[in-house]
Each structure stands twice: as structure tokens, then as C-alpha cells.
Nanobody, 124 residues
Framework: QVQLVESGGGLVQAGGSLRLSCAAS????????MGWFRQAPGKEREFVAG????????YYANSVKGQFTISRDNAKNTVNLQMNSLKPEDTARYYC?????????????????WGQGTQVTVSS
């Protein structure tokens, strides 16, 4: 069982930055690939970024490539999402997720555990 708790969301002006963090419980964090997803009101949940178990491989949605950076610290059981040059369309609730799979990280249904999410609001 893995419990995930996100933090770092908030209100920011367009062009600003935020750093989201996800803290995972348990001693097997490095056994899971991790992902960040987001969901805006009235829209489906969408993939944002993923990272392999070791952190050697990262994956991004085209909409955030070059803007967001995912990283993890297996010693601290954390995964982070650095978000720069934020735009109003980045406004959403952001979720951290963990999967025992090593592929298809952009697919929400492969994830076994989800956090409660943290709200990001970007004002214009």
C-alpha cells in the first residue's frame, strides 16, 4: 500500500512558477514509477509528466514540454513537479500517482495509487 500526499499548489500570476511535491509512504517507493496528472473543471483528467523508478527516464505531455520538470528523490520518498511560465490554462487540480508498471506512464488506468490532489490556479 502506498499513500500519496501532494503539496505546493496555490494561486500564482501568469508567468510565475510553482513547485509541487508528492510525499509517499512506505519503504518501496523506488519500486514505483510516478506520474503527475491534472484535471480542470469540466474536463477529463490528463497526463502531465511521468518518471521511471530510478528517475533516469522522464516523460511529458506535449503541452508542458519545456515548461514543467519532473524529478524524484528515492531517499526522501518524494516526487516533484517544477512548473515554470505558468499560464491560465494550467489551472487545474494536480494529482500524483504511483504505478508498479514500467511502461504506458501516460495512461491513467495503469496507476495503482493516487493522491488527493493539490489545486493550482493561474490568474491572467
Amino acid at each position: 500500500q502506498v499513500q500519496l500526499v501532494e503539496s505546493g499548489g496555490g494561486l500564482v500570476q501568469a508567468g510565475g512558477s510553482l513547485r509541487l511535491s508528492c510525499a509517499a509512504s512506505g519503504r518501496t517507493f523506488s519500486s514505483y514509477a510516478m506520474g503527475w496528472f491534472r484535471q480542470a473543471p469540466g474536463k477529463e483528467r490528463e497526463f502531465v509528466a511521468g518518471i521511471s523508478r530510478s528517475g533516469d527516464s522522464t516523460y511529458y505531455a506535449n503541452s508542458v514540454k519545456g515548461q514543467f520538470t519532473i524529478s524524484r528523490d528515492n531517499a526522501k520518498n518524494t516526487v516533484n513537479l517544477q512548473m515554470n511560465s505558468l499560464k491560465p490554462e494550467d489551472t487545474a487540480r494536480y494529482y500524483c500517482a504511483a504505478t508498479a508498471r514500467i511502461s504506458a506512464l501516460a495512461v491513467a488506468r495503469v496507476y495503482d495509487y493516487w493522491g488527493q490532489g493539490t489545486q493550482v490556479t493561474v490568474s491572467s
